[in-house]
Antibody, heavy 126, light 108 residues
Framework: QLQLQESGPGLVKPSETLSLTCTVS??????????WGWIRQPPGKGLEWIGS???????YYNPSLKSRVTISVDTSKNQFSLKLSSVTAADTAVYYC??????????????????WGQGTLVTVSS | SSQLTQDPAVSVALGQTVSIACQGD??????ASWYQQKPGQSPVLVIY???NRPSGIPDRFSGSSSGDTASLTITGAQAEDEADYYC???????????FGGGTKLTVL
């Protein structure tokens, strides 16, 4: 059974950089069929896609966060990571990592997040 | 980038059928996927693609699509179905992902 686990500081000071790592177990991050993504959820609010990465290193970022986000992958450790710079209180959220399936077929194309980590609360405060 | 719109709240009587809608231009080109999220828990995929259910998801959950609107239908809603439901899809213009704002389902 595939499992994902987020790790990193739960408290970050304003203007600093938030750094999280997602460790994948029970499967390979180098699978050609999947991307890997970060999603966040501010307290009491909805889900927001942050960005996705393919094992080759290709990245895709939410335009609203692109200037501050870097996602990277370490296939040797079966991990991928998130860095979000210049954080403010608005970046306080539960951060999830998840596996992103990508189907492109004549019958129809779609994305889906099928495995999620448990989420980690990151609070931005001095 | 594209946007997906969901009604903030929907209610259903126990045992009745309810549909939750998700509207957006990208849904003319890509199927939606649907997630159930209960308080304090991670989202769970319930429907993906045209109408696929992951293992372990009850068959009372189904999905459909018409034009720019995707729908999640629960036939015979149970008390345990009370949760927030989110749709998501691929963005029209690139390999981006977009989520709907979520619908809070109350089972009466």
């Amino acid at each position: 059974q595939l499992q994902l686990q987020e790790s990193g500081p739960g408290l970050v000071k304003p203007s600093e950089t938030l750094s999280l790592t997602c460790t994948v177990s029970g499967g390979s991050i180098s699978s050609s069929s999947y991307y890997w993504g970060w999603i966040r959820q501010p307290p009491g609010k909805g889900l927001e896609w942050i960005g996705s990465i393919y094992y080759s290193g290709s990245t895709y970022y939410n335009p609203s966060l692109k200037s501050r986000v870097t996602i990277s992958v370490d296939t040797s450790k079966n991990q991928f990571s998130l860095k979000l710079s210049s954080v403010t209180a608005a970046d306080t959220a539960v951060y999830y990592c998840a596996r992103l399936g990508n189907v492109a077929a004549v019958a129809g194309s779609y994305y889906y997040f099928d495995y999620w980590g448990q989420g980690t609360l990151v609070t931005v405060s001095s | 980038s594209s946007q997906l719109t969901q009604d903030p709240a929907v209610s259903v009587a126990l045992g009745q059928t309810v549909s939750i809608a998700c509207q957006g231009d990208t849904l003319r080109n890509y199927y939606a996927s649907w997630y159930q999220q209960k308080p304090g828990q991670s989202p769970v995929l319930v429907i993906y693609g045209q109408n696929n259910r992951p293992s372990g998801i009850p068959d009372r959950f189904s999905g459909s699509s018409s034009g720019d609107t995707a729908s999640l239908t629960i036939t015979g809603a149970q008390a345990e179905d009370e949760a927030d439901y989110y749709c998501n899809s691929r963005d029209n213009n690139d390999n981006h992902v977009v989520f709907g704002g979520g619908t809070k389902l109350t089972v009466l």
